[in-house]
């Protein structure tokens, strides 16, 4: 009767120490997981991550407009020219080209000033002013295809830099709690994130910008040919 008298009381203990450590854990704050505590506790890699990808935006944006405006509509370029060439006027013609300040104008006016000589050597020269417009468009884009290789090797490589140090604290402290080793790891694998995004983000954006210079290249290729076939027109 005692012993079953023990038993009931330790119990009613138990549950009563159960109901208030309940109490108090309801009343602690709840923890919020915040974006921008997990980029600071991600450490020094952390730094080169954030400047990779400013570079790359930076970059990106400027290249943007400048391809953009590099491929807008000439077509009122190569009337205007064509018009000019027909009626013989090629003073008009230069000067069209060169008020234009496009790399279409460029082109036709280098080729216009080659006028008289064979059509070989005219193709040459506009070929010639066409690779460095296009070597112009394309100036810097492979920094952004560079940022995309390296931001997430620096994510891993912070990652790796905190296992190291947990299990460098686990030799120092001989503590392998679950809890010192998941809350380093999950701190840690933030730089592993954050470089996978600006890798992606970077990526995405190369290709973007490459597929426009593309475009662009087309565009003056298919122009460069009219004006070829405008200049071997008197003599068909």
Not at 103 to 114: A, E, F, H, S, W
Request: glycine share 10%; charged share 20%; net charge neutral.
């Amino acid at each position: 009767m005692m012993l079953l008298m023990q038993v009931t009381d330790t119990a009613a203990k138990l549950i009563d120490t159960a109901q208030q450590a309940t109490q108090q854990l309801a009343k602690l704050p709840d923890e919020e997981l915040r974006f921008g505590d997990l980029l600071i506790k991600g450490g020094w890699v952390m730094i080169p991550i954030g400047i990779l990808a400013v570079l790359g935006l930076v970059i990106f944006f400027e290249r943007f407009f400048t391809i953009r405006k590099a491929s807008k509509n000439e077509s009122h370029l190569m009337t205007q020219v064509r018009s000019s060439v027909q009626s013989g006027n090629l003073e008009s013609a230069i000067a069209i080209c060169r008020n234009s300040n496009s790399p279409l104008g460029r082109m036709l006016q280098k080729g216009l000033l080659r006028i008289g000589r064979p059509i070989k050597d005219i193709e040459g020269a506009i070929e010639n002013v066409g690779k460095l417009e296009v070597s112009k468009l394309e100036k810097n884009i492979g920094i952004i295809g560079i940022v995309a290789g390296i931001a997430p090797m620096f994510g891993f490589l912070g990652t790796i830099a905190g296992v190291i140090k947990i299990f460098y604290d686990i030799s120092k402290t001989d503590n392998i709690s679950m809890g010192v080793i998941s809350g380093g790891l999950y701190v840690k694998m933030v730089t592993s994130a954050a470089g996978l995004f600006v890798g992606i983000i970077a990526y995405v954006c190369y290709h973007i910008l490459n597929m426009m210079v593309d475009k662009v290249i087309l565009k003056l290729e298919t122009d460069a040919i009219e004006f070829i076939d405008l200049l071997e027109e008197p003599s068909k």
